[in-house]
């Protein structure tokens, strides 16, 4: 692996979606110097079918591939000339969700930016169900894209709170995007109680985090909502305040932070219109509870 590679990896199946991923990538590749790797990966399911149906197999995927890099060598000189940005491509097969996570390893990769639909049809669309395999999987940040309408650059971004030690990544890199891009971070700590301890738990790290972010120079707002459905209290403050991403941590401690393991994520991934960054929590021995 060369530690000193710098890459933001945007998988392309040259779907809508997956193209409104890439011209959102500009942005991030922009504001962390890094080069663009478009990456096609070629469906290992596919290629077994087009072995069990042709003759001369070989030859079909060959030419695959050909027009497949036409395609790709195509679209990374369109890139070039709209973003500025050095990009290259890449053309890989096998499970779709294991070469992107494999290939972002093998770079070194900073941010992967691809597409999903939400949903719908999750099991016959490229960027859907592998979209959410490679959020959970992925050592880096990954950012989803599901809206077709995006404004330039990043004003709001929605930040939830748990009650997780492992909050502080997601902090860190929240205040890293918002002075690149000058935003206001919009604070939400959500919760279903009536517990004093725990609400006194929640107004502490809400007070700790805003003070944190306040001191590093960002703009600052926050919110406590007492609501039961975690991913619609977020989704509908994110669309109230206008936001254009929400960061969400996608692996937590399963004692102290259920609302963002499995269901409450993959429902904000699923259904946001609004760019959804999902940072992956790192175990540390030295971490303890409001760290900042």
Partial sequence: MNSKSNHILVPVDFSEQSLIALRQSYNIARFNNSDITLLHVIDEDLLTKLKSLFTGSDDHESRMREDLQIKLNELAIKVESESG???????????????????????????????????????????GSNAMRVINEANC????????????????????????????DKVNKTIEIAKYFNSEIHLISLHDTNDEFLLDKLELQMNSVKQFIADAGIAVVAEIVKNSDIAKAVLEYARKTEADLIVIISQAEPEIAEWFLGSAAQEIINNSDIPVMSIKAMSRKDTYEYAY
Avoid at 88 to 107: C, F, M, P, Q
Avoid at 144 to 162: A, Q
Wanted: aromatic share 4%; with cysteine; glycine share 8%.
């Fill in 141 to 168: 940040p990954v950012i989803s894209i599901k809206g077709k309408d995006h404004h330039e650059g990043c004003k709001r971004i929605v930040l939830p709170l748990d009650l997780s030690r492992e909050s502080r």
């Fill in 85 to 127: 940005l050095q990009v290259k491509v890449l053309i890989t097969s096998g499970k779709i969700y294991d070469e992107i996570v494999r290939v972002a390893n093998d770079l070194n990769t900073v941010f992967i930016i691809m597409g999903t639909n939400g949903p719908e049809g999750l099991k016959k669309r490229f960027i």
